[in-house]
């Protein structure tokens, strides 16, 4: 795509020469090396180039890249045109015309028909309107006509040559339809409502973008922190295999130990590919989120999250959701939107509410003419006020019945009814979410101090069982027991620390700060 190149370079930086930093192993300091897991690392480093990405680096690619947003941005950047261009129906307005006439024509007389009379004729005339903002419109109009003909009946000074010229000033004014400027810039705030709500629809993308890239990063990195277990208690199972094995060898075991310890191996072997695919289909949905296309290279990468779970829980930042909720009230893109929805249903009842009424319309003119046989001498007598015209009149109109406006301003008037509720419902779903997402955190902040505290019971349970196996007081079963129990806790402990970190990202969203600058 066209893009592309600029990726790549974006990306260039972010790509390491190193395959992927093996995994840790935690469950227990005594498992042995994983090399079950090194392979497994080693052939995804030969199939595609590692991408370390942080969460930053990966929201940063995904705004600049992601096709949804950019159709938004361009959304917002035609409404603001038609916006500006609204405004264009108050500019001035000019008209020009000229003509040019050739007539011949027989004369009549009291003795019936005469001489062939020629006539030319040439006209000019200049216009300029200008629309008001009070609904009416000013209007200078200024128009010449140059007249010659041989007819023997005009008299003398005026047959080669006549000029009339003339010069009208109207303004005109509705007084009820249509009047004054919350009808007559109707359109225009509506265009301003159609910009800022668009603006705020656009921003809603961002957030859910960034929401969604953030959700998959954690995911990602659930995933794998999911296989490193997953690495981990197979190497205690090999581990737990050799010891059976050296048991036996020396008559203090059973062949059924060393088979029970080689299916639970077998089992945890399933596991680890089932983690494996887990990390592959996460970072596939990351990197469909940063990077839209179908570019094999950017598809064959293996992202590596280089962004750390939280090691620190702590709420004592967080507010308090009424708090909260007063943020969400203001910057929520949502409720931003149902409130333009309102406007625009107000400026549409006003304007329903205009039309409705009955026509009541102010003309004021005044006109001035020359007519002479020099232009000079004509446009003096327009200047000298030789023959002046003022008029003024009121135009009443008012259709009978008047349906169309009625049942118009009613529709206006439920529409307007309708725009609220809404916003009022959507207000009731924002409290809950928020309220939600407060208790989200403070909740998934105590699963991690639980889940770290099972972690370590359960490994000081295994290192205990352990001893007591190598002492012959415990059985291969239980430590088998002991060793999936710690894997669960471990997995426990890392699914909250996913889940803390998810749950942060969430209670920004459900505020609208998500992705905001602080001056926003």
């Known amino acids: 795509m066209h893009y592309l190149p600029r990726m790549i370079g974006t990306l260039a930086a972010a790509l390491p020469l190193a395959a992927p930093v093996p995994a840790h192993g935690s469950l227990a300091s005594a498992a042995p090396p994983q090399q079950g897991a090194a392979a497994v690392d080693e052939q995804q480093a030969q199939s595609g180039s ?14 600049e890249n992601n096709l949804g947003l950019r159709i938004q941005a361009l959304g917002s950047e035609l409404a603001r045109h038609n916006s500006l261009g609204s405004w264009g129906a108050f500019d001035w307005i000019f008209t020009g015309t000229g003509s040019y006439s050739d007539s011949d024509s027989l004369s009549t007389t009291f003795f019936g028909t005469g ?5 030319e004729t040439e006209g000019l005339s200049f216009d300029f309107l200008k629309p008001l903002g009070t609904g009416g419109s000013f209007d200078l109009q200024f128009s010449r006509g140059i007249s010659a003909t041989d007819n023997p009946f005009v008299g003398a000074d005026f047959q080669e040559r006549l000029v009339s010229d003339g010069l009208t000033m109207t303004y005109n004014q509705p007084l009820l339809r249509g009047a004054w400027a919350e009808y007559a810039t109707a359109t225009q705030r509506e265009a301003e409502i159609v910009l800022g709500r668009q ?44 010891r059976n094995q050296r048991r036996l060898e020396v008559g203090l075991g059973t062949q059924v130990e060393v088979l029970q310890a080689e299916a639970e ?53 967080q507010p308090d959701w009424e708090s909260a909720l007063l943020v969400a009230m203001e910057q929520r893109p949502d409720l931003r ?91 009731s779903q924002v409290a809950a979410l928020v309220r939600q997402a407060v208790r989200d955190v403070h909740y998934q902040a105590e ?18 069982e352990r001893a007591r196996f190598d002492e012959g007081l415990s059985t291969n079963y239980q430590v088998l027991e002991f060793q999936q129990a710690l894997a669960q806790t471990q997995s426990s402990e890392r699914a909250a620390r996913v889940a803390f970190a998810k749950a942060e990202v969430n209670m920004e969203y459900v505020q609208g700060l998500l992705g905001e600058s602080p001056a926003q």
């Open 115 to 119: 001489d062939i009379i020629s006539s």
């Open 337 to 427: 939107q149902a409130r333009a929805d309102i406007d625009s249903a107000e400026v549409q009842l006003a304007r329903s509410a205009s039309e409705r009424l009955a026509g009541l319309d102010l003309s004021l003119s005044a006109n001035a003419r020359g007519e002479a046989a020099s232009a000079g001498d004509s446009i003096e007598q327009i200047t000298d006020l030789d023959q002046p015209t003022y008029t003024a009149a009121l135009t009443y109109s008012m259709p009978i019945g008047n349906r169309v406006a009625r049942h118009a301003e009613r529709a206006a008037s439920i529409a307007l009814r309708q725009a609220r509720l809404t916003y009022d419902a959507t207000e």
């Open 199 to 242: 603006r705020e629809l656009e921003r809603g993308t961002r957030q859910d973008l960034l929401l969604q890239v953030s959700n998959a990063y954690w995911d990602l990195v659930a995933a794998r922190r999911q296989r490193e277990v997953a690495q981990s208690s197979l190497g205690l199972g090999l581990d737990q295999v050799q």
């Open 50 to 63: 590692v991408l370390r990405l942080s969460l930053k680096l990966a929201r940063s690619l995904a705004l």
């Open 447 to 464: 699963a991690v101090r639980a889940a770290e505290l099972s972690r370590e019971l359960a490994r000081q349970q295994l290192e205990a």
């Open 265 to 317: 191996v077998a089992v945890r072997r399933e596991q680890l590919l089932l983690a494996d695919v887990t990390v592959d289909q996460a970072g596939d949905l990351l990197k469909q989120l940063v990077f839209p296309g179908t570019d094999r290279d950017l598809w064959e990468s293996i992202p590596e999250p280089t962004t750390p779970l939280p090691k620190i829980v702590a709420t004592s930042g």
